[in-house]
């Protein structure tokens, strides 16, 4: 009946809540529509969606990263419509996802660190305010893309402690030309970044290692949260695989930097699928 999805720039998470109300999950990559054109997204959507969904769907509800203009929105609905022909189909920001899985309907600032990061401010309802993502290349602070850029900055640049060095060595061979074909020339240089955050995560002991992921959320802090008004008396909520993994140190950077931090989730999808599934009672009821 109602097909929901959370979608960012590694992964796409589906829910299938059926008419019976069970639930059922399915998995694709990401689709991020700076990425990728409309053809891509529709031909990613027919080869690794279609095949996992055999029931009719009624509505659709697609939260996604890069949906936050109408030419990009256009071209998700669009994908989705070759598809699902006869189905309801709302696009909304993936930022407007993780608002209403963490807060339902009350008031927080809502923050997201997985490949990038961006944040918002809800008022239980709608966005009414928000710092702009500029992208790995001009912020996403803290975030993977973030890591994985300071990781390789601080290694070529030879910046790194001997013993860090000796460890990143030891699992990458890595050449300058390598890596500038990567970031500049590929698909999706912000999930190749991002991927160098695992190798940070398997080291996060090392003091230099915790340093720059330290570094990373106080300036996501300090740049995003920080900057909406009376933040101090907002609650401040997390979704991502970089907030979800590192949670203990963006708790401590908040507590150092007064910021009232409560939820951090690794995924706004089951929020998500809550805060549907009370829309249905709530029409169901009237």
């Not at 029931?55 to 697609?62: L, Q």
């Not at 989705?80 to 407007?96: G, S």
């Not at 507590?255 to 699928?273: C, M």
């Amino acid at each position: 009946m109602i097909l929901i999805a959370d979608s960012g720039s590694t992964k796409t998470d589906w829910r299938h809540i059926k008419r019976d109300g069970s639930i059922v999950q399915y998995k694709t990559e990401g689709l991020n529509p700076y990425y990728e054109s409309e053809g891509e997204i529709a031909t990613i959507l027919k080869d690794s969606l279609s095949p996992q969904v055999s029931d009719e769907v009624d509505e659709i509800y697609f939260y996604g990263a890069g949906c936050s203009s109408e030419g990009n929105r256009n071209a998700i609905k669009n994908g989705l419509i070759k598809l699902f022909a006869n189905a309801k189909i709302e696009i909304n920001h993936d930022l407007l996802g993780a608002a209403r899985s963490l807060c339902g309907t009350e008031p927080g600032i809502v923050c997201i660190l997985g490949t990038g990061s961006n944040s918002c401010l809800y008022n239980g309802v709608d966005i009414i305010d928000n710092v702009p993502s500029l992208g790995f290349i001009l912020g996403d602070e803290g975030s993977g893309a973030w890591l994985g850029k300071r990781l390789l900055n601080e290694y070529f640049s030879k910046s790194m402690p001997t013993d860090a060095q000796t460890k990143f060595e030891a699992n990458f061979a890595l050449s300058r030309e390598e890596v500038l074909s990567k970031v500049y020339q590929s698909h999706m240089p912000s999930r190749y970044l991002a991927a160098y955050s695992k190798f940070i995560f398997e080291n996060i002991n090392d003091p230099y290692f915790y340093g720059i992921v330290k570094e990373g959320f106080e300036l996501f802090y300090r740049k995003t949260v920080m900057n909406y008004e009376n933040f101090e008396k907002v609650t401040v909520h997390f979704t991502g695989s970089v907030a979800y993994h590192y949670s203990n140190i963006l708790r401590k950077v908040a507590s150092d930097l007064n910021i009232h931090l409560k939820n951090i989730v690794e995924s706004p999808i089951a929020g998500l699928t809550l805060f549907h599934q009370n829309s249905i009672r709530k029409n169901e009821n009237n």
